[in-house]
């Protein structure tokens, strides 16, 4: 009896190993990381209420930035109250094509679902695109980039196209949209040539409206918008760009209208209506800028250029559009 009651315990101590093993993942021995609760879904986490865990727990978050974290709270509103505006209509042009996103759902005789993580939609991003991270409400899209998984990816978001629905040659672009912020969250307004398919990137042209590489507090990243032009230049990726900062606080403070006036002759990039950039596109081997183009909006998080989140990135953060509105 002495020695079955040896052999039993020996069997019990084995399964509790193996059930503490198992529970981190991996061929690596997992590292405990703290975890902390965030009770009011804003995705930030209370300092006083916290968890070791190697998994991110269900109801925690990476960090401790909340001093108010009650499960009850009114919830903040992800529409800036303020923000800068442009008009509906401008002497000597027409609006030919726009989206002021009303109704409840996005409207998909517009705009295509593009889904999934396409081997990191070339750049290395590391969310995986999902139609249920797109929204609209009260004249609003809203784009959300959540930490969640789906596929072989940690986190989340939308992309959308206006491939093979709408596509224009010239005119003017404004879209107003309020833009998230942190490390490794990378918002994008852009255009690709209408003839993609046929001969593939940089060969089509690339005009990026409104691209916004976030970053920590401080490094002013969350206050610096891009604009750029790529195209083929003999085989090889060429690309122009120019970029402009905000005189104070961030692009997640309040709206901005982000535009281009393009033409036959050039391609100029605004900010609340102010010139930033110009390209001139008369040269032959800039021939990309003189055929047709459609929209794309997404929200990567991660990549080449932004990085990966770290520990001061809150998620979700969403990417919130007005309108977008086409003159010519």
Sequence with gaps: MKNMRINLNLIILLSLLTV???????????????????????????????????????????????????????????IPPKGYTTPATYANLKMVWADEFDGTSLNETFWNYELGNNNGWGNNELQSYKKENTSVKDGYLIIQAKNESAGNQIYTSSRLTTQNKYNFKYGRVDIRAALPKGQGIWPALWMLGKNITTVNWPKCGEIDIMEMVGGSSGNGSDKTTYGTAHWDNNGSHAQYGGNTKLASGVFNDEFHVFSIVWDAKKIVWYLDNVQFHVIDTTPAGLSEFQEEYFFIINLAVGGNWPGKPDGTTVLPQQLVVDYIRVFQ
């Design 20 to 78: 503490l093993n198992l529970s981190c993942k991996g061929d690596e021995p997992c590292v405990k990381k703290t975890w902390y609760q965030d009770a009011d879904g804003d995705g930030k986490g209370n300092k006083a209420i916290s968890y070791d865990a190697c998994e991110q727990p269900i109801g925690y978050v990476a960090n401790s930035d909340d001093d108010d974290d009650r499960a009850n709270k009114a919830p903040t509103s992800i």
